[in-house]
């Protein structure tokens, strides 16, 4: 038997050939892992109704860990064409997999550095290196939303909501509403955890991003509670600040940063900016990660234009991989996979297209696994 067990999710797309890449990548390195392949994307919801069928938790619910590539997702209207006939008139919604699955096993933390290899042609700056701590289970992806809104809802809306009056007169059916939901506990944990990474690896300040003088409530909680977690930490500093100064001070001077924590959301968008600044969706890798399990991804999507043309930088996948490495506790294999990519890029002799070459997702891993 093998000493791990991963879930593999390649998904939809380009999701295919990424994975595939870091495969190439993680037998190199003799990682003594099964692999177990598992149904999930845009054509099991085509097929049965469920982009994320049981048999995938259960599957889950068994591993140490998984790599997941990508998923399409279209408007739901749109593609009901694509379902099979006994599925169209069930009225199905399409809610993201990756969202599901993120707060079904509870994987609070969403992990996203953001380095900058020496030799990138794309790095915005050199030596940006940064941290993205995204909460990854609540906030606006809480999922509760309402189009059109429930009379109940309304009505209490009614009574209670003083300061928005504009809804007050509208029709049920002409407006909607998306819950932002943040607790204390959800907020905690993921802050923690940002601080206790930086305690770990020596860094020197945690930047907090919400909007807290405006979304008063969540934001201000999520902003009280890093104030009072930051105590426990009196070694690193903290600062904070509302995330659209946030992405004009990020470019203008990235080096003030190192570990930036936010709520879902916020986390969100100040993940694929710091991405851009050190290559962009090719180098972007990330990990959902809870206390029993992680789940590693390129943050790209499943491009369709490009499927099967084997053309998409698979190192945002490979440094993903290197993610799980870690959270094995597997460090020298990941430290040799990270050394490899950083060879690979300083040469600049094997490139996708992104960084103005014409190899190909496979020429890229080839040329990671030489140099293991
Ligand atoms: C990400 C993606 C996802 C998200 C999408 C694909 C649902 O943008 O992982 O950052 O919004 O979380
Ligand atoms: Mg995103």
Redesign the pocket.
Known sequence: MSKYKIAWLPGDGVGVEVLEAAKIVLDKLRLDADYIYGDIGWEFWCKEGDAFPQRTVDLLKSVNAAMFGA?T?KPVKAAAAELIPELQNEGLTYR?P??RMRQMFDLYI?LRPCKAFEGNPLNYKENIDLVVFRENTEGM?SGVEFNPVPQELADLLRKISKPFTPFKDIPLDKYAISCKINTRKGSERIIRAAFDFAKKFNRKKVTVVHKSNVVRATDGLFLETAKEVAKDYPDIAMDDANIDAMTMWLLKNPYNYDVIVAPNLFG?II??LCAQMVGGLGFGC?GNIGEKLAVF?P?H?SAPKYVGLYKVNPIATILSAKMMLEWLGEIDKADKLQKAVAEVIKEGNVKTYDMGGSNTTLDVANAVAEKI
């Open positions: 998923i997702s993201s990756i969202v969403c992806y969100d993940s694929d990330s991804e943050t999507g």
